[in-house]
C-alpha cells in the first residue's frame, strides 16, 4: 500500500488480504476467553440468535455463540487463509471469504452485524458504504467495539503504514447515517478485561 493520507476505500482491505494479512492472523492465533463470553453473554441478553461478524479473521471471538446450540453464527473475512482455518477448526460455525463492502447476504438475514477492531482499517472513503452494508443485513441490531476518539477521525501510524488505522467518534458516525438507531448499550473495555480497550456500542433498529 503506498502512504498516501486519502487512501482508497479498498487499499486496506487489499493490505490484509495480502501477505501482510496473513502475518496479522499467525501473530494472534490466541484470544482471551473473556471476549468471546462478552459477546455471547451480550447477544443472549438481548435474545440475539443470528449474528454475523464483519472482519471475524479465525472465528476466535465468536467460539462461545458457536457453543450455543440456539444460534445461527456467521463470520466474513477478506482473508481466505483464516476463513480456511476457522472452518479446519471444526468449532462450527459459519466463513466466508468477502468484503465488508459488499456483504453476501439478503436484506435482515442476522439479527446482529458486528465488529470489533475492523471498521477502524476502514479508510475514509469505505467507512459509510461499510456501515450501510452492516446495517442493510441486519433486522435488529448493530455493535461497533473500535477505538474511540472524541474527534470525528484521527489516523494513526499502524505497522509502517501511515493510513491504515483510524481512531473515530464511531457512536457519532452510526447516529449520522441512521439517525433513529437507539443505543441500548455501551461501555469500555480495557486491557485488564481481555480487550484491546475498545469502545462498543450496541444499537437497535427502531
Ligand atoms: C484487527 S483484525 C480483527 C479480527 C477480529 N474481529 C478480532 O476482534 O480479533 C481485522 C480483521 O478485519 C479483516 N478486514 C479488514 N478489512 C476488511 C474488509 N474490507 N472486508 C472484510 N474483512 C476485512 C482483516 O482481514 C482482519 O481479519
Redesign the pocket.
Known sequence: MNETKSPDA?D??RL??SEF?AQ??DR?RA?DPR?PAFFHDLFRRHGIRRVL?????LG??LTDCVGDPEMDVWG????RG?IRDAWASRAGGNFVV????DLPFRDGRFDLAF????L???PPA?IRD?IREMHRVSSRYLLC?EYHDDRDEVAVPWRGQAAALFRRNYKKLFLELFPDLVVVEEGYKGQEEGFDRITWHLFRKP
Do not use: M, P, W
Not at 466474513?76 to 482473508?79: E, F, L, M, T
Open positions: 479498498r486496506v482491505e490484509f488480504a494479512g496479522y492472523t494472534n484470544i471476549k461478524e464483519c472482519g471475524s479473521n476466535l471471538n466474513i473475512d477478506i482473508q483464516a468477502g468484503s465488508l463492502f465488529t470489533c477492531g475492523v477502524i482499517h476502514v469505505g461499510a467495539a
